[in-house]
């Protein structure tokens, strides 16, 4: 059974920085392109950052230049590094899961609220 468990989110204040993880486990990671995903209330999920099995990056308009995406393989863990954060940035943040082979193996996470606010 594949599970995405994703931590990290929180309330901090605008200019802030938070770190996203998600622990994936029941698949084999190194095959899959990873990727962050938000959803705020009232908008369409978009996509934040994705990487792939080559660790070759890329982000939202949004974010570039603010968020960093990384996996660590040996883990099975993506990371999201956000810095500079906006009220704008506030979302469910959702984990992906997505095998480069074959899309149609494709996973989410629960999501992790991510707040900011003064």
């Known amino acids: 059974q594949v599970q995405l468990v994703e931590s990290g989110g929180g309330l901090v204040q605008p200019g802030g920085s938070l770190r996203l993880s998600c622990a994936a486990s029941g698949l084999l990671f190194r095959f899959y392109r990873m990727g962050w995903y938000r959803q705020a209330p009232g908008k369409q999920r978009e996509l934040v950052a994705r990487?792939?099995?080559?660790?070759?990056?890329n982000y939202g308009e949004s974010v570039k230049g603010r968020f960093t995406i990384s996996r660590d393989n040996g883990k099975n863990t993506v990371f999201l590094q956000m810095n500079s954060l906006k009220p704008e940035d506030t979302a469910v943040y959702y984990c992906?899961?997505?095998?480069?082979?074959?899309?149609?193996?494709?996973?989410w996470g629960q999501g992790t609220q991510v707040t900011v606010s003064s």
């Open positions: 990487i792939r099995t080559s660790n070759s990056p």
């Open positions: 992906n899961a997505e095998n480069e082979l074959s899309a149609s193996l494709n996973y």
